[in-house]
């Protein structure tokens, strides 16, 4: 039945690959509870396991976080079942899922995007212009592409899924927008301003000759030749690089930027609904997470200049 509630995620809910494997990962882990995969018969489960289920877990270290994430998987396993008829009751009713802590999304300072978008730029112009520059189409091409993914996630808030998975006809120049397609391949549009227009232009113009026969946006140049999609795992590496480079954060992803494009809009007078549809988010808890970033900016501003933000030593 877990294949089946599997197929069921894939198919008809839309769900991606990833989400998908971890949902049969963590069925799978409850299912070894009770004998295995093969033994697990759903409809004779009962809370008491389920609470077993979690004290374990807890007892080999895993974070509430793992666990609550768990949790969720059973209780939409059950309540598929309980849909399909296959169980009379959802055994997870009634259980309270570990409480965590959520923490605040890390974002890039302004002055470190500032610096990025400089280096970039630079060694592009070194790579093209130097008289004794020897440099391969393929790695102009390749720098080009890098500083637009770069800007592309900085000044739309894209996912790094969302942003390898674009195509040509989803870039819109004359409107000024780009459609994108989130979770579950929910539909929105993010509008783009006249710099990033202009970025997308000569990316373009520099990867003539370089079409991928799939028409996506984002292209790379193989080993041997060959030209095809660019892969996310290719994405996060080369964001983690360069961004490493130039900030002191502990985590330098592609997600970071979205949190730094959600944070800077909402710094710059943004409402938190634009955000939210921005973003793509289908619940604005999701999105409100930012408003306490900023109150804890503002919070860190005011206890570093008022005199009387502190206690008397």
């Not at 004359?174 to 397609?181: K, L, W």
């Amino acid at each position: 039945m877990i294949q089946q509630f599997l197929d069921y995620l894939q198919f008809e809910r839309r769900y991606s690959m990833r989400t998908v494997s971890e949902y049969g990962d963590d069925l799978r882990a409850f299912a070894t509870l009770l004998g295995g995969e093969g033994q697990f018969d759903p409809s004779k489960a009962d809370t008491a396991d389920v609470k077993t289920w979690m004290v374990e877990m807890l007892d080999q270290g895993l974070s509430p976080r793992t666990v609550k994430r768990r949790l969720s998987a059973l209780r939409s396993f059950y309540k598929y079942l309980l849909r399909q008829g296959h169980v009379k009751r959802d055994i997870t009713q009634g259980i309270i899922a570990p409480k965590t802590d959520q923490p605040l999304p890390v974002f890039f300072r302004e002055s470190e995007m500032s610096r990025e978008q400089a280096i970039g730029e630079r060694e592009l112009d070194e790579l093209m212009h130097q008289p004794d520059c020897k440099a391969s189409p393929e790695q102009v091409f390749t720098l080009t592409r890098d500083n637009l993914i770069i800007s592309m996630l900085y000044q739309t808030g894209m996912r790094r899924a969302e942003i390898v998975c674009l195509k040509d006809s989803d870039i819109n120049l004359q409107e000024g927008q780009i459609r994108v397609f989130g979770k579950r391949r929910k539909e929105r549009l993010v509008p783009i301003g006249n710099r990033l227009i202009d970025d997308i232009k000569a990316y373009i113009e520099v990867r003539q000759g370089f079409e991928s026969p799939e028409h996506f946006l984002l292209t790379a140049v193989r080993r041997d030749g060959s030209i095809g999609p660019l892969d996310a795992h290719a994405v996060y590496t080369m964001v983690r690089r360069r961004m490493g480079e130039v900030s002191t954060l502990k985590k330098h992803s592609p997600h970071v930027l979205r949190h730094t494009f959600a944070t800077t809009m909402l710094n710059n007078g943004a409402d938190i609904r634009t955000i939210q549809t921005l973003l793509g988010h289908a619940s604005l808890s999701a999105t409100q997470v930012y408003t306490h970033t900023t109150f804890e900016q503002i919070r860190q501003a005011y206890d570093h200049a008022h005199p009387r933000s502190k206690k008397d030593e």
